[in-house]
């Protein structure tokens, strides 16, 4: 049995490296627009009881991908709201599949400025003897499936937080927009 209720689909759902302000900008956009926010990486803390550095460690990249794969696939089929998606997560093949047809904004974030942001957490990915050339890495690695990704871009150091959900907003706007034919 199929269910024939309409299927609920993200009004944005925000991608981009570690340190980018996905989840502080998501959160502001979802109270601007009047919409719930999911934060995919809260969503896998809720759904596993685990924090994520644990999963990384215990079970492995591979298998907590596997779980992301999963909750963010559920999310964006379920979630009507804004999503926010961990910086690792459109690398999936599938769940790059699956944002095809939403409108994926991409904050860019320098990596000096990212590193700055996440240089005190607890982020397994940057763990080591030279976090800062991990993450410099690391984001060169995924800026082009980011880029390729997004719907558009927005430079995540373009203001404060609430600076850089108006200029989502705006673009969101435009996007929305019905282009209009001219009439001369």
Do not use: C, N, W
């Amino acid at each position: 049995m199929t269910s024939t209720a309409p299927r609920r689909r993200p009004v944005a759902v925000l991608i981009g490296f570690m340190g980018a302000g996905k989840s502080t900008v998501g959160r502001i956009l979802a109270d601007r627009l009047g919409v719930d926010f999911v934060d995919t990486d809260a969503e896998i803390v809720r759904t596993t009881g685990r924090p994520i550095p644990d999963i990384f460690t215990v079970d492995g990249p591979a298998r907590f991908r596997e779980i992301e794969r999963d909750v963010v696939l559920e999310v964006l089929r379920s979630h009507g709201g804004v999503v926010a998606l961990g910086g690792g997560a459109v690398m999936t093949p599938a769940v790059a599949d699956g944002l095809q047809g939403h409108r994926v904004i991409y904050l860019q974030v320098s990596a000096d400025d990212g590193f700055a942001r996440v240089r005190d957490s607890d982020r397994p990915l940057i763990a080591g003897d030279d976090p800062q050339a991990r993450y410099r890495d690391l984001l060169d690695e995924r800026h082009e499936t980011y880029t390729r990704t997004g719907t558009f871009a927005v430079d995540a150091a373009a203001g404060a937080p609430s600076d850089v959900a108006d200029i989502i907003l705006a673009e969101l706007a435009r996007a929305l927009v019905p282009e209009r034919a001219s009439t001369t």
